[in-house]
């Protein structure tokens, strides 16, 4: 192990990161495991390179990795010169930690980074994982992980071999209000859950861009935000579907010439129905609800950057809103240094591949399709 | 033609019934159709019988008799002597306008009644229906109209034979914010149309009550309360569905042994996809939401007998709540005066009663369904 990290490990307690710690104004407490841990002193933390310098690592990301507290920005790998020099310059960084993608295995021998968190687009997660694996680093990928199963497989094998982690970037898993509705739904405070209504859609701009491209993207809404439905049916009650039907419409065969443009699909999940939607064809639903035997919660919206609002048969449920990608990647950073356990793994986003291939296959067939098991 | 009916026609204008004109207090005006109309004098009022003197007749239809304008309550039939008792005293009824179902046919003489409601259980609803047309009787029928579309025939065809009008119970059609909304989705006020999500559910209380016994009932919650959810996409899209998938969970096998319990839906109309859900399990969904090209509309609660509220891209959908029994009654019998057009024929619920068969047949075997067509 890194001595650095080795070093770490001594002074750092047992518990989930949390960049910000969130004030509850709802009915409800914060979720238990958010903890305000202090920021580590600069040089111990641990080393982030950013590969993919699209508008999630522009926006979203970089920025939140000046508000991490475990980890922070040391390298960068772009095939974009212009932006090499503007992140450069922007975030403070000397030629040897800026990457193209002839040059990135090269990481290996960068100190500087522990963890590579790839940004590219679906099709080229799987390749760059396998990487930066190989090259020794801890990778973080962008969900969804991969554009198969298949994939999904050999992402979780090169950093089984390598002894690196693999970790999935499902942020809502670390965001308050999702927390507390999953901390509802355990504790049974409505009792148990009987239905979820979950969708996510949004409408899609410029007709060229990746998303549009199945190579790259391996498939539409469902692969690009459906999958958070799914998530929240998945976290919500710990189960796996047994059965999926899906339907879909196509009303731009040119536009969506090579993606899905809108999906309904259900699944029986255990005890539990689930109805979920997705679309790039409009602005469509951003929420889930669950309804249990003794009320009912969710949150709508429930899956942007912030604004996040909750309500249930109790009253509201009400935090302040964090960034999800510094809470994700300070957990990431903490599972390195403490050996703790990792909340979302590489089999974390092959499970959920293996439902969207079955929500893909319902969808073609016109068949009731139970998932293929990991 | 009854001379009383003859007379009427000559003073009476050609407009939509409605017996308390509904406020508006959203940011949207009243549905078109929405008239206040002077009451009849009470001895130009249409008669009207009431099959079946249940919780429905007696909470909610005998009430909307006293305020309908058109129509008023002459006559009942019960099998059970106390209700006959009590109905008799309590809305002033003289012995020869009380039936029991073995001298239901003596009807046919009763000068009083022009209308026969039948307000039976679902399983019961054609053969009374038959029997109200034979006996010269314009009908009006709870929904679910039957328990199989071959019943359905077989109703529209009595009263195709005996001239007489057969309307169907759907009383949101009659609801100014459903109307509002049929306007909104019409007039494109949002845009096409592209999705629509909706449901109803309810937790049910005595497991001997006849919604659970499949001859009575002819199935669970999507025959009783799913299909006003089936209804809301029927009467905003204007469209049928082309294609269906379900899923159905079932929980408790001894409550549930002869109907379904919950039921998750998929319907392709044309270019909306819609997204459905019914239960007997848990006080679920009561809603619809239309998401469109350019903005959303939708009501929750939707289908009370009261308290329904709207609310859209634009601002709140909100009106006077009105009695929708006595609504859909002063149309029923302005068509009848009038001649105009029923807004909701035997033809609607057959329609709906061939789209419940084919859910159940996608439930039942994972297959997409088409429904046979009318």
């Known amino acids: 192990m890194n001595p650095k990290i080795e070093n770490r490990r001594a002074f750092l307690h047992q518990s989930a990161a949390l960049s910000t710690a969130a004030a509850a104004t709802g009915v409800f407490g914060l979720p238990e495991l958010?903890?305000?841990?202090?920021?580590?002193?600069?040089?111990?933390?641990?080393?982030?390179?950013?590969?993919g310098l699209g508008s999630l690592s522009t926006n979203q990301i970089a920025p939140a990795l000046q508000k991490t507290k475990r980890c922070k920005l040391t390298a960068i790998v772009s095939g974009t010169p212009a932006k090499q020099e503007k992140w450069a310059k922007q975030y403070d960084l000397t030629p040897e930690h800026?990457?193209?993608?002839?040059?990135?295995?090269?990481?290996?021998e960068d100190e500087s980074v522990d963890i590579v968190y790839v940004v590219l687009p679906n099709g080229m997660h799987c390749e760059y994982t396998v990487r930066a694996a190989k090259a020794?680093?801890?990778?973080?990928?962008?969900?969804?992980?991969?554009?198969?199963?298949?994939?999904?497989?050999q992402m979780i094998d090169a950093c089984r071999k390598a002894e690196r982690l693999l970790g999935i970037g499902y942020r809502c898993q670390f965001e308050p209000h999702h927390l507390k509705c999953m901390e509802l739904a355990k504790s049974k405070e409505f009792g148990e859950i009987k239905e979820?209504?979950?969708?996510?859609?949004?409408k899609i701009g410029d007709p060229k861009q990746w998303r549009l491209n199945k190579k790259l993207a391996g498939g539409?809404?469902?692969?690009?935000v459906g999958i958070y439905a799914l998530q929240a049916c998945r976290y919500l009650t710990g189960l796996e579907p047994d059965l999926i039907t899906a339907t879909e419409t196509k009303t731009d065969p040119v536009?969506?010439?090579?993606v899905e443009e809108t999906l309904a699909w259900t699944m029986k999940m255990g005890d539990v129905t689930c109805s979920c939607n997705t679309t790039y064809a409009f602005n469509g639903v951003n929420n889930f609800h669950a309804y249990c035997d003794n009320g009912n919660f969710g949150l709508e919206p429930a899956y942007g950057y912030g604004g996040i609002k909750?309500?249930?048969?109790?009253?509201?449920?009400?935090?302040e809103q964090v960034d999800h990608f510094a809470a994700e990647l300070d957990h990431f950073a903490e599972c390195i240094t403490e050996g703790t356990e990792l909340k979302v793994p590489g089999e974390e986003g092959l499970q959920d591949l293996l439902i969207l291939e079955a929500i893909f296959k319902a969808a073609e067939s016109g068949l009731a399709v139970k998932p293929e098991s990991m």
Chains 1, 2 share one sequence.
């Open 98 to 108: 800026i990457y193209d993608y002839e040059t990135f295995d090269k990481i290996a």
């Open 310 to 319: 909750g309500k249930s048969s109790k009253g509201p449920i009400e935090f």
């Open 255 to 258: 536009k969506f010439a090579e």
């Open 220 to 224: 539409g809404p469902l692969m690009d």
């Open 196 to 202: 979820i209504i979950a969708g996510f859609g949004f």
């Open 34 to 51: 958010y903890a305000n841990q202090p920021a580590l002193p600069d040089d111990e933390k641990l080393g982030v390179a950013l590969v």
């Open 136 to 153: 020794g680093k801890h990778v973080f990928c962008e969900k969804p992980m991969a554009i198969s199963s298949v994939e999904c497989r």
